[in-house]
């Protein structure tokens, strides 16, 4: 056994019923864990020509080396697998879980699970330390989430820790979530739907066991530093003031902690009252649950209008987002779906497939998510996701709807996130650092950049001094002062781009809350110490202090850049794999010709395709299919791999 990782990966065939165990530690000097482990498992064990429902398709659960220690916001958990929601196509991509699940998987002494086949009847797995069972899922099988978690923790035990999924996964609805607790989800890549299709219902763990620490001492006194309850996001000091705040106000306003060794209070979340004056928590996206995001989006010279999508009332957006998780629905559909059918409504469309449309009423949309888990009325046309559903109707409605539908979901399929235009506040340079990493992720990739990303937030609060600010801490990280300016200039823009794709691998393999790291700045208590300071640089350190803390290895930052590259460049491969190259990356310039929401800056088509060869030559991509170069992959000791992508193109 060694520090931090517990040693062992389990593996477990649901068409034969065989259970093995693999060792962790050949692994993880080159891939640590979480996401970046599981890039080279599914390289291993998924075969090329697997697609999403497939038996050959593999589900890979992930922990990394923090998991189960005191290192703060380590309990998510990462999943990876080929995903159904992709469009055109299936391919590989992640997601990540907050919650207990990978504590207590690495308490029954496992650091990942890899699942393959399909089983002949309706499962469950359980793990009780080191006894592992398949067991019939019949009664549990139509049960929601919280049913089901419920049921088995009376068998197992409180201290039990559940994956499962709803009657949207049993029925392989494209975007059906995997939740755990009661509203922690892998959410966007579909995940709950390829379950469904391998009849597996929910994973139960319960461990007894602990993780070693190579070095206490030092951990303790990093997590003593950092201090409990930090506002986190960096940018939340603009909003609160921990100086000037109450304190029994401040306890009323906490948010609660979503993951195991929290110790942020994120402050972004909502607090709604149910029917039955239950009050409970609609975490860190806590807007866009409540339905107060602002949707209007109309720009001169296009032919893209969004309406203001209507806030339902605070009943209502509590059933619906309790409906969501137990059903187990991806929730980033409402603002898609909801935002679609209201620009219908607009232009004078009442009806779809014979069916009323009523956007504007919550009763009526609570139905029609229903009617989607259960492939039954207008509900059977949204099952496959709305880029799908937008395909069948493209001959029934007018151009500019089927325009407005592919862009809510222009990554392909996966909803608009950070890129400026619909949701968010993404102004220039960071929609094209968004633009960037679109190109070459496997999903939405800005989940794992929120500490850059939402620098814009204090961009627009105080444009000049930040900026004035912006420029040092630029130079201090990226050693180019100009790096945060809002132009054009993607020579400049791209070496970010890659940090910030470093190190969403690196937090996601740690892993670690995409919100509180990487510390890119420090977390002010108001605007006033923000105001004073002239060096707001953070510690980007933190992360490789507490790794080697507990694992007691001396992992340099050059090390962890390359153990990122290297899974960066075995996912692009396997999207590789799947199909995916230029020709389908080039299309994503349509979104980026509209011009952003808050500053109205785009991009010509032209122009986005220099941009994509400056950003392929600064990531070692060909440019003329968008994929690694052999001498990158050598590089990065992935000979193996360099030699299937040679064979690939060999036959293309």
Same mark, same amino acid.
């Given at each position: 056994?060694?520090?931090?990782?517990?040693?062992?990966?389990?593996?477990?065939?649901?068409?034969?019923?065989?259970?093995?165990?693999?060792?962790?530690?050949?692994?993880?000097?080159?891939?640590?864990g979480?996401?970046?482990?599981?890039?080279?498992?599914?390289?291993?064990?998924?075969?090329?020509?697997?697609?999403?429902?497939?038996?050959?398709?593999?589900?890979?659960?992930?922990?990394?080396?923090?998991?189960?220690?005191?290192?703060?916001?380590?309990?998510?958990?990462?999943?990876?697998?080929?995903?159904?929601?992709?469009?055109?196509?299936?391919?590989?991509?992640?997601?990540?879980?907050?919650?207990?699940?990978?504590?207590?998987?690495?308490?029954? *002494?496992?650091?990942?699970?890899?699942?393959?086949?399909?089983?002949?009847?309706?499962?469950?797995?359980?793990?009780?330390?080191?006894?592992?069972?398949?067991?019939?899922?019949?009664?549990?099988?139509?049960?929601?989430?919280?049913?089901?978690?419920?049921?088995?923790?009376?068998?197992?035990?409180?201290?039990?820790?559940?994956?499962?999924?709803?009657p949207?996964?049993?029925?392989q609805?494209?975007?059906?979530?995997v939740?755990?607790?009661?509203?922690?989800?892998?959410?966007?890549?579909?995940?709950?739907?390829?379950?469904?299709?391998?009849?597996?219902?929910?994973?139960?763990?319960?461990?007894?066991?602990?993780?070693?620490?190579?070095?206490?001492?030092? +951990?303790?006194?990093?997590?003593?530093?950092?201090? #409990?309850?930090?506002?986190?996001?960096?940018?939340?000091?603009?909003?609160?003031?921990?100086?000037?705040?109450?304190?029994?106000?401040? @306890?009323?306003?906490?948010?609660?902690?979503?993951?195991?060794?929290?110790?942020?209070?994120?402050?972004?979340? #909502?607090?709604?009252?149910?029917?039955?004056?239950?009050?409970?928590?609609?975490?860190?996206?806590?807007?866009?649950?409540?339905?107060?995001?602002?949707?209007?989006?109309?720009?001169?010279?296009?032919?893209?209008?969004?309406?203001?999508?209507?806030?339902?009332?605070?009943?209502?957006?509590?059933?619906?987002?309790?409906?969501?998780?137990?059903?187990?629905?991806?929730?980033?559909?409402?603002?898609?779906?909801?935002?679609?059918?209201?620009?219908?409504?607009?232009?004078?469309?009442?009806?779809?497939?014979?069916?009323?449309?009523?956007?504007?009423?919550?009763?009526?949309?609570?139905?029609?998510?229903?009617?989607?888990?259960?492939?039954?009325?207008?509900?059977?046309?949204?099952?496959?996701?709305?880029?799908?559903? &937008?395909? &069948?109707?493209k001959?029934e409605?007018?151009a500019?709807?089927?325009?407005?539908?592919?862009?809510?979901?222009? *990554?392909?399929?996966?909803?608009?996130?950070?890129?400026?235009?619909?949701?968010?506040?993404?102004?220039?340079?960071?929609?094209?650092?968004s633009?960037?990493?679109?190109?070459?992720?496997?999903?939405d990739?800005?989940?794992g950049?929120?500490?850059?990303?939402?620098?814009?937030?204090?961009?627009?609060?105080?444009?000049?001094?930040?900026?004035?600010?912006?420029?040092?801490l630029?130079?201090?990280?990226?050693?180019?002062?100009?790096?945060?300016?809002?132009?054009?200039?993607?020579?400049?823009?791209?070496?970010?781009?890659?940090?910030?794709?470093?190190?969403?691998?690196?937090?996601?393999?740690?892993?670690?809350?995409?919100?509180?790291?990487?510390?890119?700045?420090?977390?002010?208590?108001?605007?006033?110490?923000?105001?004073?300071?002239?060096?707001?640089?953070?510690?980007?350190?933190?992360?490789?202090?507490? +790794?080697?803390?507990?694992?007691?290895? $001396?992992?340099?930052?050059?090390?962890?850049?390359?153990?990122?590259?290297?899974?960066?460049?075995?996912?692009?491969? @396997?999207?590789?794999?799947?199909?995916?190259?230029?020709?389908?990356?080039?299309?994503?310039?349509?979104?980026?010709?509209?011009?952003?929401?808050?500053? $109205?800056?785009?991009?010509?088509?032209?122009?986005?395709?220099?941009?994509?060869?400056?950003?392929?030559?600064?990531?070692?991509?060909?440019?003329?299919?968008?994929w690694?170069?052999?001498e990158?992959?050598?590089?990065? *000791?992935?000979?193996?791999?360099?030699?299937?992508?040679?064979?690939?193109?060999?036959?293309?």
């Amino acid at each position: 056994m060694s520090f931090g990782w517990v040693g062992k990966i389990l593996h477990i065939n649901l068409s034969t019923g065989e259970i093995t165990k693999k060792n962790t530690l050949p692994y993880v000097k080159k891939y640590i864990g979480g996401r970046m482990l599981a890039a080279r498992l599914a390289w291993e064990y998924i075969p090329i020509k697997a697609s999403s429902f497939d038996a050959e398709n593999v589900i890979i659960v992930a922990t990394g080396p923090l998991s189960g220690t005191i290192a703060p916001s380590s309990g998510r958990t990462i999943m990876s697998m080929i995903s159904p929601v992709p469009f055109p196509f299936p391919w590989y991509t992640h997601s990540t879980i907050g919650g207990w699940f990978a504590a207590q998987l690495k308490f029954a *002494g496992f650091d990942a699970l890899i699942i393959r086949g399909k089983s002949s009847e309706r499962v469950y797995i359980e793990i009780c330390d080191a006894r592992v069972n398949i067991k019939n899922a019949d009664d549990l099988w139509g049960k929601d989430t919280v049913e089901t978690q419920e049921i088995l923790k009376k068998d197992l035990g409180s201290n039990a820790q559940i994956l499962a999924i709803g009657p949207a996964g049993e029925n392989q609805i494209k975007f059906a979530t995997v939740q755990h607790d009661f509203s922690c989800a892998s959410g966007h890549s579909g995940f709950g739907a390829v379950w469904g299709s391998k009849n597996l219902k929910a994973i139960a763990v319960n461990g007894t066991g602990d993780v070693r620490v190579a070095s206490p001492d030092k +951990l303790l006194n990093e997590c003593v530093n950092i201090g #409990k309850y930090w506002i986190n996001p960096e940018h939340k000091f603009l909003l609160y003031d921990r100086d000037n705040s109450n304190p029994a106000l401040m @306890l009323k306003n906490m948010g609660p902690i979503c993951s195991q060794s929290c110790v942020s209070n994120c402050h972004v979340g #909502k607090f709604l009252t149910t029917i039955d004056n239950r009050t409970i928590n609609t975490f860190c996206i806590g807007r866009s649950i409540s339905g107060k995001m602002k949707t209007e989006y109309n720009r001169l010279g296009t032919n893209i209008k969004v309406p203001p999508v209507r806030e339902y009332e605070p009943e209502a957006s509590v059933a619906l987002l309790e409906m969501f998780d137990r059903l187990g629905i991806d929730y980033w559909v409402r603002p898609s779906l909801q935002t679609w059918l209201t620009a219908l409504k607009e232009e004078g469309i009442d009806k779809l497939h014979g069916y009323c449309i009523k956007p504007d009423d919550s009763t009526w949309f609570l139905n029609l998510i229903q009617d989607v888990a259960f492939r039954r009325g207008l509900g059977e046309l949204f099952t496959d996701g709305l880029a799908r559903s &937008i395909d &069948i109707l493209k001959e029934e409605l007018p151009a500019n709807l089927i325009r407005l539908g592919h862009e809510l979901v222009f *990554g392909f399929g996966f909803h608009a996130h950070r890129e400026g235009r619909f949701w968010d506040r993404t102004p220039l340079p960071y929609w094209i650092f968004s633009a960037m990493m679109y190109l070459s992720e496997t999903r939405d990739p800005i989940i794992g950049s929120h500490s850059l990303m939402l620098l814009a937030e204090i961009q627009f609060s105080q444009k000049e001094k930040a900026l004035k600010k912006f420029r040092k801490l630029a130079q201090r990280v990226w050693q180019d002062p100009t790096a945060l300016e809002p132009n054009f200039a993607f020579e400049h823009k791209a070496p970010v781009a890659i940090w910030c794709q470093r190190m969403h691998f690196l937090i996601d393999s740690l892993p670690l809350c995409d919100f509180a790291f990487p510390m890119l700045i420090k977390p002010y208590n108001n605007v006033q110490e923000w105001l004073e300071d002239e060096d707001i640089y953070g510690d980007l350190d933190l992360d490789r202090r507490l +790794l080697n803390a507990i694992t007691g290895e $001396n992992f340099t930052r050059e090390e962890l850049d390359r153990a990122a590259d290297r899974a960066f460049f075995i996912e692009k491969c @396997l999207l590789a794999r799947a199909g995916r190259s230029r020709k389908h990356e080039e299309p994503l310039y349509t979104h980026f010709e509209l011009p952003c929401r808050d500053d $109205n800056t785009y991009i010509t088509k032209d122009d986005f395709l220099k941009l994509m060869d400056v950003f392929y030559d600064y990531r070692g991509l060909d440019k003329k299919d968008g994929w690694p170069i052999k001498e990158k992959l050598l590089e990065l *000791g992935l000979e193996d791999v360099a030699q299937e992508l040679a064979s690939i193109r060999n036959l293309l």
